[in-house]
């Protein structure tokens, strides 16, 4: 069973930093992998996504101040969030997608909240 497990989620003030990690139990390298976030009542967006090839994209409202990387090693997937505001707030889902075969996995997400 595929697992993509989120961390590093919590609580942090107005302009702080995070940093969100996703272990995966693929091999992210054969795979797409992103973050995604859903405030409430608001439908699920991209924040960041990006192929093993360095091709990376980015959700307008976190464009220099947000950072996707990974570990290819480690299988493991990081977001760098800075400069955080109030509206940054949601649960945030680490997901992996493959084109061929039309595969999407999800994690259970984790939670960030920006408030002071």
């Known amino acids: 069973q595929v697992q993509l497990v989120e961390s590093g989620g919590g609580l942090v003030q107005p302009g702080g930093s995070l940093r969100l990690s996703c272990a995966a139990s693929?091999?992210?390298?054969?795979?797409?992998m992103g973050w995604y976030r859903q405030a409430p009542g608001k439908e699920r967006e991209l924040v960041a996504s990006g192929t093993s090839g360095g091709n990376v994209d980015y959700g307008d409202s976190v464009k220099g101040r947000f950072t996707i990387s990974r570990d290819n090693a480690k299988n493991t997937v990081y977001l760098q969030m800075n400069s955080l505001q109030p509206e940054d707030t949601a649960v945030y889902y680490c997901?992996?997608?493959?084109?061929?075969?039309?595969?999407?996995?999800w994690g259970q997400g984790t939670q960030v909240t920006v408030s002071s």
């Open positions: 997901n992996a997608k493959r084109v061929v075969g039309a595969i999407t996995y």
């Open positions: 693929i091999s992210v390298n054969m795979y797409i």
